[in-house]
C-alpha cells in the first residue's frame, strides 16, 4: 500500500522524523500514524495528545511546519502528517535524508553535495573554480572543438575572438572566472582540480575475469574523446574500426557509433568527483562503468526509447551539443540500441550496478552468455562453440562430445534448429552436418 509520496506506522516514533525530512527534501509526502502496512486503522489512544506536541517537535527539530490532522475511520483516530516539498535543503541534527520511491536515504558524499548545489540552483559545471586561469585552458582542443562544430550548425559566431571570449560566449565563463566546466571540457590538467577526470580501459579474459593488461586516458573531455578510441583501436581491439565515420556498421564487430555514445554518456553524466569511468573489453562484449545513479523519474526501461533529457552536467552538455557531439533529446542511449540491432548484434544492456550505471554491448550471438539466455544446456553450448572452431557438426560429432546417446542428441540438435542456431541439415543419415545459422 506505502508508495512514493505515503507512509504508514502503527504509533509514533521520533526516528520518523527522518521521514518527514525525507518528504521535505524530495517531493512532499503523507505519513499515516496508527495504520498498518495495509493502510487499516488500528486505533491510537494518544491521538490528541499527538495532535498538540508534533507540530512543534517537528518545527523545533528540522525547522519546518507540517500539516498535523486528527482524522477517523469507521470510529477509530489516527494521525495524518502532511509534508509539503522545501526549496530549500532541510536537515534533521546536521543530517539530510531524502525520499527516493519509497525508500528513505541519508544523504552523503557526492551525494549530498549534488543535492545541496540543487537546491541552491546551481549544478556541479556551474560552479566558479577559483584560482583557475586562461593559463591552465589548453587552447589546441579549444580550436579542435570549434573544428568539429563547424559540421554542426549550432556554435555561435565566434570569429575573430579571443579563446577567453569564446569560453565567455560558451557560457563557461562569468566575470572572466572559470567555471568548472571550462577545466572538465578544456582544462591542461583537469586532474589537478579534481579526481579521477580519466578512463581507465583494461583488457580481461576468463570465467574470472582476468586482467591480461591495462591502459589509462587522462586528460580533458574534447582530448578522452579523441584518445578514447585511438586505444582502443591501438592496443584492445582486434578488427581496427573507423571511429570518424558514426554511421558505419561492421557486422559481427562492436558499432562504432555504439561505443561513441557510451564515451559520450559516460563522460556528459560523469560525476567528477567520484571514480574513474571504467572499460572493459572481453572477448566477446564491452562494457563501460560510470559512477553516479540515473535522474530521479527516469528509469533504465526509459533508456530504450526517446526520453526527456536530465544531464548531469547541463553546460558540459550544452557545449557538447554545440559542437554536435550529442543532443539534447534524450536519444544518446536508442543510439546504442538502434546501432546494435542494424548491426544484428543482440540487445545491449544498460543497468544499474556498484553505485554506478554499466553498459554492456555483445559482439554477437553465438557467445555464452548470449546462449544462456536462450535456454541451451552446457552440451549445447560446448557444441555451438566447437562448430565456431571446427566448422560442421554430425549427430555422431555431437554424442561423442558430451558423451551422450542419440535420442537426447537428436533432441537438443533440433532445439537448437528450432531457435535458428544451427541451419537443419542438408542430408539425412550419416552425412547430416549442422552448420551455424
Known amino acids: 500500500m506505502e508508495r512514493q509520496n505515503t507512509e504508514f506506522k502503527s504509533s509514533w516514533h521520533n526516528d520518523y522524523l527522518k521521514w518527514i525530512c525525507g518528504f521535505a527534501n524530495a517531493n512532499g509526502g503523507t505519513i499515516y500514524i496508527d495504520k498498518n502496512d495495509e493502510g487499516i486503522v488500528v486505533g491510537l489512544a494518544d491521538a490528541r495528545e499527538l495532535l498538540e506536541t508534533l507540530p512543534n517537535k517537528i518545527r523545533d527539530t528540522l525547522g519546518i511546519v507540517c500539516d ?20 530549500v535543503p532541510v536537515s534533521l541534527r546536521g543530517r539530510y535524508y531524502y525520499r527516493s520511491g519509497s525508500v ?11 543535492f545541496l548545489l540543487k537546491k541552491t540552483g546551481k549544478t556541479w559545471d556551474d560552479i566558479i573554480e577559483e584560482g583557475v586561469s586562461l593559463a591552465d585552458i589548453d587552447e589546441q582542443s579549444v580550436h579542435q572543438f570549434l573544428k568539429d562544430g563547424d559540421l554542426s550548425g549550432r556554435m555561435p559566431d565566434v570569429k575573430g575572438l579571443s579563446v577567453l571570449e569564446i569560453l565567455d560566449k560558451l557560457r563557461v565563463v562569468k566575470d572572466g572566472k572559470f567555471k568548472r566546466a571550462a577545466i572538465i571540457l578544456f582544462g591542461k590538467d583537469p586532474n589537478r582540480f579534481y579526481p579521477n577526470v580519466q578512463v581507465k ?10 586482467l591480461k593488461f591495462q591502459e589509462i586516458e587522462e586528460g580533458n573531455l ?3 574523446l579523441e584518445n578514447v578510441p585511438k586505444q582502443l583501436n591501438r592496443t584492445f581491439l582486434t578488427r581496427l574500426i573507423d571511429f570518424k565515420g558514426l554511421q558505419r556498421i561492421e557486422k559481427g564487430e562492436y558499432p562504432v557509433a555504439a561505443i561513441r555514445e557510451m564515451l559520450l554518456n559516460a563522460l556528459v553524466h560523469k560525476n567528477y568527483m567520484g571514480s574513474t569511468i571504467q572499460l572493459r573489453v572481453y572477448d566477446n562484449k564491452i562494457t563501460i562503468w560510470n559512477e553516479g545513479n540515473l535522474p530521479e523519474g527516469l528509469s533504465y526501461e526509459a533508456l530504450k526509447r526517446t526520453h526527456s533529457s536530465l544531464p548531469r552536467n ?10 554536435g557531439y550529442i543532443d539534447t533529446w534524450g ?22 550496478f556498484d553505485g554506478g550505471v554499466l553498459v554492456t554491448i555483445y559482439k ?6 548470449q546462449l544462456k539466455k536462450m ?63
Open 68 to 87: 498535523v490532522n486528527l482524522q477517523t475511520e469507521h470510529g477509530l483516530n489516527f494521525i495524518e502528517i502532511i509534508t509539503k516539498p522545501y526549496s
Open 104 to 114: 528513505k536515504m541519508e544523504l552523503t558524499g557526492n551525494e549530498l553535495n549534488e
Open 201 to 210: 580501459i583494461g583488457r580481461f579474459t576468463g570465467k574470472d575475469e582476468d
Open 222 to 224: 574534447v582530448q578522452l
Open 314 to 323: 547541463p553546460i558540459v552538455a550544452d557545449v557538447c551539443f554545440k559542437a
Open 331 to 352: 536519444r544518446g542511449t536508442l543510439k546504442i540500441f538502434n546501432s546494435c540491432r542494424e548491426a544484428e548484434l543482440p540487445e545491449p544492456e544498460i543497468q544499474p
Open 364 to 369: 554477437d550471438f553465438l557467445n555464452v552468455e
Open 375 to 437: 535456454g541451451l544446456n552446457d552440451r549445447q553450448i560446448k557444441a555451438v562453440q566447437f562448430v565456431k572452431e571446427n566448422g560442421p557438426i554430425s549427430n555422431s560429432d555431437y554424442q561423442k562430445l558430451n558423451e551422450i546417446g542419440k535420442t537426447t542428441a537428436t533432441e537438443e540438435l533440433t532445439q537448437m534448429v528450432d531457435l535458428k542456431i544451427f541451419l537443419p541439415p542438408a542430408a539425412k543419415g550419416r552425412g547430416a552436418k549442422y552448420r551455424l545459422l
